[in-house]
């Protein structure tokens, strides 16, 4: 397959494009290096410079002839978004449609969306881990965006017949991590850690997230690109809360040092507890976490420390 991978030189594009490649695909990957790194990348990797804003996509689309996108470009914070919902949404709405007009155009037929937990909002105790049928309310204009766009998946693929798969991913995290996302919290901490620096909880620490690799989340996306169970959206998780003071206990183990974090503030629009539910991409994509959370932060600890 020739698969274009928008954001590839980025965190989980890189796990991605590296695992496509691996199988024998060939994987474009798309991405203007704002938070993305040249070096993120195998040294034999293609990569297009540009923005999906730039008109030069089109011309990509025209000449490639893809098999299958895989749209991971976007703003990921949720704290950017609630400072600039203008921006939040041109790059993540707009940006978007612009992808699925090239895919309309020239006949793509199947496009890979990472959404997100955010798209959920804050959930009751009992709803955990929270299905993919539970009411959406996003606290966050990022949740919002992702959730917007999901409609517009469902829309393009009932107007044009463009198959897709929206991935909600829980918080993912691994090698080659920037300090933003919502999975940034573990490279923020590894980073730190590494360097011998004090590390913030930002509330009381007993808020919890899905922490998931991001190798299995390359694996959850390929699978994506290929299963006939398409057309819907699907939770990529461990389906286990963790507390950012339990994160914290493991770190220790791993670094072999007491960690004492400080506590600050919590922020806006970011919710207290999360967990997916993984059941439904057990059985439409015959997928499952394998890396524990424990193995996936040491790698993660090992990267920032070299």
Not at 25 to 40: P, Y
Not at 198 to 221: L, M, S
Not at 234 to 257: K, P
Request: glycine share 10%.
């Amino acid at each position: 397959m020739k698969i274009l991978v928008t954001g590839g030189a980025g965190f989980i594009g890189s796990h991605l494009v590296r695992q496509l490649m691996d199988a024998g695909d060939e994987a474009i990957s798309l991405d203007n290096l704002s938070t993305g790194l040249r070096e993120n990348l195998p040294k034999e990797a293609r990569l297009e410079v540009m923005d999906i804003h730039d008109d030069r996509v089109e011309d990509l689309f025209r000449r490639e002839h893809f098999d299958g996108v895989v749209h991971l470009a976007g703003q990921t914070l949720v704290s950017s978004s609630i400072e600039d919902p203008k921006n939040d949404m041109f790059q993540n709405i707009d940006g978007t449609v612009r992808i699925l007009e090239c895919c309309r155009k020239y006949g793509v037929p199947r496009v890979i969306f990472s959404s997100s937990a955010a798209v959920y909002g804050d959930v009751e105790e009992k709803d955990l881990p929270i299905t993919e049928d539970h009411s959406a309310e996003p606290l966050s204009f990022y949740g919002l965006t992702k959730l917007t766009v999901e409609k517009y998946l469902a829309l393009y693929h009932r107007i044009f017949g463009i198959h897709y798969m929206a991935l909600r991913f829980a918080n993912v995290y691994g090698e080659r991590q920037g300090d933003g996302g919502e999975g940034g919290v573990i490279s923020i901490f590894a980073k730190r850690l590494a360097e011998g620096k004090d590390i913030t909880i930002f509330g009381d620490g007993k808020q919890t997230r899905d922490f998931v690799y991001a190798g299995d989340i390359a694996r959850g996306i390929r699978k994506a690109l290929t299963t006939e169970n398409c057309d819907t959206c699907c939770n990529l998780s461990t389906e286990t809360e963790t507390s950012l003071n339990d994160l914290t206990a493991t770190f220790s183990t791993i670094t072999g040092t007491p960690v004492t974090p400080k506590y600050g503030p919590a922020r806006e629009g970011d919710i207290y507890r999360s967990s997916l539910s993984n059941r439904k991409a057990k059985d439409l994509l015959d997928w499952k976490p394998e890396v524990p959370l424990e193995e996936g932060l040491k790698r993660t600890y090992e990267y920032f420390r070299k």
